[in-house]
């Protein structure tokens, strides 16, 4: 059975098309996601700011041949977006300029799922 819940790759499969869910009902691409990120909400900075680790696990991890450490700070930052996406709405945000940074944190959030699952040789679809 795969689940989709707990530390599992499926579950940041998952993350991954929740976000381009996200695009694809703003009729944008994630790529055209260039707005600033602002931090208004506690769901939000906390994100971003784990977010801003991605860099430092990376090495850490190829300095140390440890993967799961990449596995855990994965699912942190999906675990983190599941907590953003329930406490922010992202198309229906109050206003165009907060809709356009929590777009711009969706983005940034997806480059590093993205790029963490590439690493680890994990696929990652458009839809689940």
């Known amino acids: 059975m795969i689940s989709f819940r707990g530390?599992?790759?499926p579950?940041?499969?998952y993350a991954t098309t929740r976000i381009r869910s996200i695009f694809r009902r703003?009729?944008?691409a994630d790529t055209d996601a260039r707005?600033?990120?602002q931090v208004a909400e506690p769901a939000e900075r906390e994100l971003a700011l784990n977010?801003?680790?991605?860099?430092a696990v990376v090495t850490?991890?190829?300095?140390?041949?440890?993967?799961h450490r990449l596995c855990a700070y994965l699912f942190e930052v999906a675990s983190l977006f599941?907590?953003?996406y329930e406490q922010c709405p992202v198309l229906k945000a109050d206003d165009e300029e907060t809709r356009q940074a929590r777009?711009?944190?969706c983005a940034a959030t997806l480059r590093v799922l993205t790029a963490g699952l590439g690493l680890l040789g994990v696929p990652v679809p458009d839809r689940m």
């Open 11 to 13: 579950y940041l499969q």
């Open 82 to 84: 599941t907590g953003f």
């Open 103 to 105: 777009l711009a944190l």
């Open 35 to 37: 707005g600033p990120i």
């Open 26 to 28: 703003a009729g944008i």
């Open 7 to 9: 530390n599992t790759g």
């Open 51 to 55: 977010l801003l680790g991605f860099g």
């Open 60 to 67: 850490q991890v190829a300095e140390t041949a440890e993967p």
